[in-house]
């Protein structure tokens, strides 16, 4: 399902697809310039997949921090 996020897209739209992550798998950091936000999620196989946010907005997604999914979608 991660390959179905596209770069831009709200928490909103993410979570339509993804469901909301479970309470306790957010980490949200806030900057002087920006608010940076990771939900993660439990994969198949028990691999950990993780969708990062740049003030609420989608800016990548990985399934684990060793296995990149790639670019996301423009």
């Known amino acids: ?7 831009g897209m ?7 697809i993804l ?3 479970l309470p306790g798998w957010t980490k949200e950091t806030k900057r002087e310039s920006a608010r940076f936000e990771a939900w993660y ?8 997949a993780a969708v ?6 989608v ?3 990985e ?3 060793d296995a990149p999914l790639g ?3 423009t």
């Open 1 to 7: 399902k991660l390959l179905e996020l596209s770069k």
């Open 10 to 16: 709200s928490k909103r739209e993410v979570a339509s």
């Open 19 to 21: 469901g909301k992550p």
């Open 41 to 48: 999620y439990r994969a198949r196989g028990g691999s950990i």
């Open 52 to 57: 990062y946010f740049r003030n609420g907005k």
């Open 59 to 61: 800016i990548a997604a």
């Open 63 to 65: 399934e684990t921090s």
């Open 71 to 73: 670019r996301l979608g």
